[in-house]
């Protein structure tokens, strides 16, 4: 190889729903990974792929309508991007909607000379009978233009060619357009009558609007999917989180017995064990739901069905301030807040983004199941389904009340109103959507992964230290916070060290509330539910449950939140709100239960 | 809707679903004009209302459909 210096750099653009990120994925085969972060808000995709023997750097910038300056800071750090740092721009253009694209075109050729026009979606543009000639646009604008099919394969080698550096072509012929824009628009008028032939028609599936944007058919529609999309990350999850469980309990149990051998002091195998690999442990249980997770989200939005979700939801999540989109992060939040937190990018703007990331954490996850269950059954044994409702409801009512509060506080700019386009419904992509669900996933557990193994290691030195301290009993470290912390408890109906410790283990995750409590009490798990009743009232049952709901849900979520809204001070303020609200809602309900004589 | 009289423009919230509409005006920042001109809407585009009940307006432009806020759509006016 002679003289190379850099790879060579190629920036993919285009508008929201041209196949993209599909051809992305083509292009490199796969082998990609989340670039650094460009500023503050926005990540690119970024992959490698070989032309002619040398490698060409590729990365794929989110989607974009224009360079103009309405767009919010994605699409600033999109301009700046534009602006240099890359040796070739690849815009990518669903060549079904060519009128909007050209436009953008010019304004692209403005700004970077070398540019590449990939016409994607040819195949499916034929099917509509739809022809286009390349030559006669590439002559008009003075740019390449390829048609390409990113799903099929078709056109990419020669995309490649013409990004290599040998095309090098007319570099530096700066394009001249007509300035204003109505002659902007003749010019792509005439420039698609010059090379567009045939007409698209109207699919059928235009009218599948009709039935999920109506409210009283799309509404139910819209709950059986996601009623779907739950069962199914559960279903489809639990074999490989049960095996990663055992796994790691097995290899815990393993990796201490063989330091226990190799004559190791106590604490050192019981670090192991129940610090490192348990810490480990508990995050990758989360990595197969996640991947699940992600792997329907983005196949839903491939579809083109998460944009009529935002259309049909925008009037209610409105009243809480936040955008329709905002609601399928919410839901997905009472799967698994991570998932939800990170789920917000789909969102436009930073403002909707943080309303909505600091709404998710209410929604009551999975992992707050088993703490419900084991009071409700032992209070309320009759009940338990409408306990679990009311919980249910109270988590997302507290969660629009922050949003709409937290929007009203902080953030002065108004709702976004919807502006969007409703991309044609198709068949998602499945290998993009894989690859982009697995890349979600290897980051989930890197970032994430490093904070919760450090606060595991912290808790299990808490629970058994000082040397000689049963694990999590009175006299270890845990039992002695307890004790202290629990007086700030006492006015909510829960004052004993015992619930404090399970409190304070619950911060790593609320799956850990149960099997401390019972720890705490002595008690194996079964027999927790008879020892409850000597310690609870029902209504302290109720407060306490509450307290559980609402709190921090657990520190994999208070990480998500800095990680994705890139600011500390977000997500410490985000967790003292959550433990002042929770208290202050366990306390009103607890006092109000009282006086009214329960 | 009171706003309309006979062979008078009107906005495009107040355009009844199934109707052709020109664009006449853009009566709104450039910021959106920017935005919506992007989208497709701009004075002379030819836009189809697809649904305009309650909530968001769906339309048709050049083959691709849109949503647009109910506020947003009553700064843009259109022909009968």
């Not at chain 1, 796994?247 to 129940?274: I, K, R, T």
């Not at chain 1, 019972?518 to 029902?538: D, Q, V, W």
């Not at chain 1, 809204?565 to 985000?574: E, N, Q, R, V």
């Not at chain 2, 004075?43 to 109910?70: I, Q, T, Y």
Request: charge should be positive; proline fraction near 4%.
């Amino acid at each position: 190889m002679k003289g190379r210096g850099k790879a060579r750099r190629c920036l993919l653009v285009g508008q929201p729903n041209c196949g993209k990120s599909t051809l992305f994925n083509r292009l490199t085969c796969g082998r990609q990974h989340i670039g650094n972060w460009h500023g503050k808000t926005i990540e690119c995709a970024e992959g490698v792929c070989r032309v002619g023997g040398r490698e060409m750097e590729i990365v794929d910038l989110p989607g974009t309508y224009s360079l103009s300056p309405y767009s919010d800071e994605e699409r600033e750090a999109v301009q700046e991007i534009l602006c240099g740092g890359h040796d070739v721009a690849v815009q990518v253009a669903d060549c079904r909607h060519l009128e909007r694209s050209l436009f953008f075109t010019m304004r692209l050729l403005e700004k970077c000379p070398r540019l590449v026009v990939a016409l994607n979606k040819c195949d499916s543009a034929r099917q509509c009978g739809m022809g286009i000639d390349e030559r006669r646009l590439s002559e008009k604008f003075g740019a390449q233009f390829i048609l390409v099919s990113a799903k099929t394969g078709e056109g990419v080698a020669r995309l490649l060619s013409a990004c290599s550096p040998k095309a090098g072509g007319k570099p530096g012929r700066k394009a001249t357009f007509p300035k204003s824009l109505v002659e902007r628009r003749r010019f792509v008028k005439e420039a698609i009558e010059a090379s567009v032939s045939g007409r698209r028609q109207e699919g059928a599936m235009g009218r599948l609007d009709l039935l999920f944007l109506n409210p009283w058919i799309g509404i139910p529609l819209f709950i059986a999917a996601m009623w779907l999309v739950f069962q199914a990350t559960f279903a489809l999850s639990a074999p490989a989180t049960e095996l990663i469980d055992a796994a790691f309990s097995a290899a815990g149990a393993e990796a201490a017995a063989l330091l226990a051998n190799a004559g190791a002091p106590d604490w050192a195998a019981s670090l192991v064990e129940n610090g490192i690999v348990a810490g480990i442990g508990s995050v990758l249980v989360f990595a197969p739901a996640i991947f699940v997770l992600f792997f329907l989200l983005y196949a839903m939005e491939d579809t083109g069905y998460l944009a009529r979700i935002a259309v049909l939801l925008d009037g209610l999540m409105g009243k809480a301030g936040l955008s329709g989109k905002a609601a399928m992060p919410l839901i997905l939040g009472f799967g698994c807040n991570v998932p939800a937190i990170m789920a917000t990018r789909i969102l436009d703007s930073k403002e909707d983004r943080l309303a909505a990331m600091a709404a998710v954490p209410f929604m009551s996850c999975a992992a707050r199941l088993p703490v419900f269950t084991v009071f409700a059954g032992a209070f309320f044994a009759s009940q338990q389904g409408a306990v679990l409702l009311f919980l249910y409801l109270f988590g997302a009512a507290s969660g629009l009340l922050t949003a709409f509060a937290f929007r009203g506080v902080f953030l002065h700019s108004g709702k976004a109103e919807l502006a969007i386009e409703l991309p044609d419904y198709q068949v998602p992509s499945w290998g993009v959507v894989a690859s982009q669900a697995w890349l979600q996933t290897g980051e989930f557990a890197k970032r994430a992964g490093t904070i919760i193994l450090a606060c595991s290691v912290l808790v299990w030195f808490l629970a058994s230290m000082p040397q000689g301290a049963d694990y999590g009993s009175k006299g270890s470290y845990a039992g002695m916070l307890g004790s202290a912390i629990s007086p700030v408890f006492a006015p909510l109906g829960f004052g004993d060290w015992q619930s404090s410790v399970s409190l304070m283990f619950g911060l790593v995750a609320k799956e850990v509330v149960v099997g401390a409590m019972a720890s705490a009490y002595g008690a194996g798990e079964g027999e927790l539910s008879a020892i409850l009743s000597s310690h609870f009232t029902p209504l302290s049952a109720i407060s306490f449950m509450v307290f559980v709901l609402l709190y921090v849900p657990c520190i994999a979520t208070i990480v998500a939140l800095k990680k994705e809204s890139g600011s500390l001070l977000f997500a410490a303020g985000a967790a003292v709100y959550y433990v002042l609200f929770a208290w202050v809602a366990a306390f009103i309900i607890y006092n109000a239960g009282l006086a009214l004589g329960f | 809707m009171g706003r309309r009289f006979a062979g008078e423009n009107m906005m495009l919230s107040d355009a009844k679903p199934g109707v052709d509409v020109t664009v006449i005006k853009v009566v709104s920042g450039e910021a959106l004009c920017a935005r919506l001109s992007e989208l497709g809407i701009y004075e002379g585009a030819k836009v189809r209302v697809v649904k305009n009940d309650f909530g968001p307006l769906v339309l048709e432009s050049h083959g691709a459909r849109l949503a647009l806020g109910r506020g947003q759509a009553a700064k843009i006016e259109v022909d009968a």
